[in-house]
Each structure stands twice: as C-alpha cells, then as structure tokens.
C-alpha cells in the first residue's frame, strides 16, 4: 500500500509540474496569421528532467500531449521545430482549401450576372422608307414593341441603311417583336400613307425638242393666263350679286307730285322719267394661282415619260429583285415588238381624274403609230413578269393598262399644310388652247426601272436597271 501511495504521489508531483496553456485565438482570415496562431500552440519547457510537452492541432480539432524526454533542452527545441513545421503544413492545407473555396465562390458570384445579361439579337431588313412607321408617333409604336416583347430596338444612325437590329434575353422574345414589326410592314404598304418609289417608264425627255414644246406649254400657261369666255353655271351665279345691288342706287328722277287740298292722296306722275344705260361689266382674266395653276403641278420637262407598272419597292433586297426582273425579260420584250421599232403620236390633251374645271391630271394622249398594238403588247409582257415575281400590289393587278403622258398633276402642289382644298386646278383655259396640240412622233428607244425623288445628272430618274427597243429594222 505505501507502494501505491508513492506511486501516485509520484503522478500528482508529475502533473503539478506538466502545464498545458490553452491558447483562444480568432479565426484567421490571411494565412500569415494561420502561421501565427498555430505557433502559439506550442510551448516548451525545459525543467529538470527536461520533459518537453507539445500541443498540437489534430483532425477532429482534438488536442493531444506528445511527450519527449532528452538529455538536452535543445533537443526539445528541435523536436518541437518539426511539430511546428508539421502544424504550418496543415494550416498550409487549410488555407489552400478555404483559399480555393473563396475562389470558386467569387467566380459564380462574378459568372451570375454576366449569364443574366447574356443577350441575342437579329437583323432584320426594313427599308429606310419604313422606318417611321416601326417607330410610330413620337416613339410610340416602338416602345409599345420594347415593353410588350421585352427587346430592345436599334436603328441605324445612317438614313442610307435598310436594317434594323432586335436585341433580347432570349430568342423566343426577338421572333416575337420580328413578327410583329414585319405585319406592321406590311398594313403600312398596303396603305397610302406610303407612296410608290419605283416604276417602269418609257423615257421621252430623250428628245430635246419635245423638252422645248413642253417649257413653252408651261411659260405660257403660268406667263399669259388663258381663261374661257363662255363660261358655265357657276360663273354666272358668281355674279348676281352685284346684279341685285343695283336697286340700291340713287337715280336723278323728274317727279310731279300734285296735292289736293281735300285729300291726303299723292299722285306722282312718272311719264317722263328719262332712262338711262349703264355700260357692261366685264371681268378680269384670273391669275393662274387663282385658278389653282402653279409652277409646282407642271411635270418637269427633262422627267416626261409614259407610266407602265407603279412599285413599291420599299428596301434594297426589292429593288435588286425587280432590276433583275426587268433585265431577264429583254428577250420576250424584243419579241413582242417583233424586232421592230415602235412609235407613238402624242396629240392633244385630256383629263384623267374630274373635270376641266376642277381637273387632277392632265396628260397628253398616246397613239402607237401603225395600230398593232405591239407596244402595248410588249408592255403586258413587263407587267406579267413583275406580277409573277410578287413585286406587284394586289389592288393593282389586273389593271387595264392606259399608256398616258401625264403634263400637270395637282398632287405634285407644293403646300405647307395637307389640304384637299387645292387637289385640283381649272384647265377649262388650258385645253381651250392646247386640247388639239400636235406635240409630236417619237420612237420608243429603252425601258427603264425608274426611283422616283431621284434623279441622274441628265435630269431624269435616277435609272436602277434598263432593257433596249429596237431602234433599227432587222433584216433577215
């Protein structure tokens, strides 16, 4: 028993003498601080029996006594050297792992919002000519396309390009707003809100002295006012007004008046009342701007043509097409005409839409020199290859062709505010003078795809494409 006394009396001695300080410390966020927060687990004592205690962190957090004994506190100090190096290699693992953790949160943190903002986009082709009608009053259309749709629309910063560019978080939502811009394109060429920008002409202002007949129609016209003297209903009725204001007037009248003394009756004797005569009113020639003639409904005299087929060609991708209709056709054109050329007679004048006193357009007649009908033959061939390609209105196919050379057109006016007030002009006086005008016969030398608004140097519409007539006669 006082074996066992001495025994554990030995431990206790031991104990007391074998401190362990544990060390709190915060978590470390930078992997110096790791370094020097697991240095601080171990401590080293060197007492008389040179018992050296470590502490060190293990898996599972748990804290272990390593226990060595030496001959030398020296020795201690390098066994407690390699524990240390042992616990800054696991606090290197550690940091390595949070480190790399940290990494991979921070690039989904940065990858979320760049796969959030992933956009798609279309170009779709429109037409400069159509662009206002996708943006609408003020933007309205537009931004009623941009929230309903959730896209964004681009237009180009040059009035030259065609194109517009749809841009949205998904693919679904870009079809959606294309759809819906392409059926706006389509109400707004049906509609006459947009105006025919191409047409097939027959130039005629190729002939200069035609060009010179036509600038003395116009200085006449607008020089010297012709006004019909007999005029109708409405020129009359202008004028009974002042008619009826001659009652009105004083007279210097004779007037025996004789009283009787019994009664209150007058008599006035009126026998020799003198009568007198009044000369005849006679009017004014009205000026032309009153009878709604000015320069601006004259066709210009280097433009003068005859119309076939009016397009509208409303972006580049169309008016490739219909350049490439015409030049394809040029075979079956020469052979409608035979191989020969064709003439016409331009004489007179006529009115296309109203009557002469409230006329729309007037035109000059044409008339193909030797009654064939070939140049009206080969203008059906023009306009069956345009309706095949789909180029052609639908209100405007089937239309009978009338082969006219248009002189004045009062939708040319130029006016500040749109008014159908002065959609029509008086040309009772113009056709008094020229409705039996001999204006000439001319060959029908070329066809022409014509831009209209445009024009080339020699002052007639700007040309996209062209085939030849037959200038010469062929032979066999």
């Known amino acids: 028993m006082s074996g066992a006394k001495g025994m554990q009396g030995a431990i206790d001695q031991n104990k007391k003498r074998r401190t362990i300080n544990r060390v709190w410390r915060p978590v470390c966020t930078q992997a110096s601080s790791y370094e020097e927060c697991f240095e601080k687990d171990v401590k080293v004592e060197c007492e008389s029996q040179h018992e050296v205690v470590v502490d060190k962190l293990e898996e599972g957090n748990q804290r272990q ?108 939502s870009i079809n959606r707003a294309s759809e819906k811009i392409h059926l706006i394109i389509d ?159 331009l004489r007179g004048l006529d009115c296309m839409r109203g009557s002469l006193s409230k006329a729309r357009v007037l035109y000059a007649p044409v008339v193909e020199i030797g009654s064939e009908d070939r140049l009206l033959l080969a203008c059906q061939v023009i306009i069956d290859a345009y309706v095949e390609a789909g180029l052609v209105l639908d209100k405007d196919r089937g239309q009978k062709l009338k082969l006219h050379a248009t002189v004045m057109n009062a939708r040319h006016r130029k006016r500040k505010k749109k008014t159908r007030k002065s959609d029509s002009f008086d040309a009772r006086g113009i056709f008094k003078q020229y409705g039996s005008e001999e204006w000439g016969d001319y060959v029908i030398r070329e066809a022409h795809l014509s831009q209209r608004f445009v024009f080339d140097e020699n002052g007639y519409y700007h040309c996209c494409a062209s085939i030849p007539f037959p200038e010469n006669m062929q032979v066999d």
């Open 187 to 345: 109400e707004a060429v049906k509609s006459p809100n947009l105006d025919y920008s191409h047409f097939i002409s027959l130039p005629l202002a190729i002939y200069p002295e035609l060009v010179d007949k036509l600038v003395s129609f116009q200085n006449s016209i607008l020089g010297n006012p012709c006004k019909d003297e007999n005029l109708d209903s409405e020129s009359n009725e202008e004028t009974s007004d002042d008619e009826d204001q001659q009652f009105d007037r004083q007279l210097d009248v004779a007037v025996e008046l004789k009283v009787e003394d019994d009664s209150k009756h007058v008599k006035v004797d009126i026998t020799n009342i003198p009568l007198r005569s009044y000369p005849p009113k006679t009017s004014k020639p009205s000026a032309p701007s009153e009878l709604g003639i000015e320069k601006s409904i004259f066709i210009k005299p280097k433009t003068f043509h005859l119309t076939v087929l009016m397009l509208k060609l409303w972006n580049k991708e169309r008016v490739d097409a219909a350049a490439k209709v015409l030049q394809n056709i040029s075979s079956k054109v020469m052979e409608a005409l035979d191989g020969r050329p064709v003439s016409i007679r």
């Open 65 to 172: 006594e390593v226990h060595y004994s030496t001959s030398s506190c020296v020795s201690n100090v390098q066994c407690v050297n390699e524990d240390a190096e042992a616990v800054n290699e696991i606090a290197d693992s550690v940091i390595s792992s949070r480190a790399l953790q940290d990494k991979d949160e921070n690039k989904a943190i940065e990858e979320e919002p760049i796969l959030s903002e992933l956009k798609h986009s279309i170009s779709v082709e429109v037409g400069a000519s159509l662009m206002r009608f996708i943006k609408g009053k003020g933007g309205s259309t537009q931004k009623n396309i941009e929230e309903e749709m959730g896209v964004t629309i681009i237009f180009p910063s040059s009035k030259k390009e065609d194109s517009i560019v749809i841009e949205g978080v998904s693919i679904e």
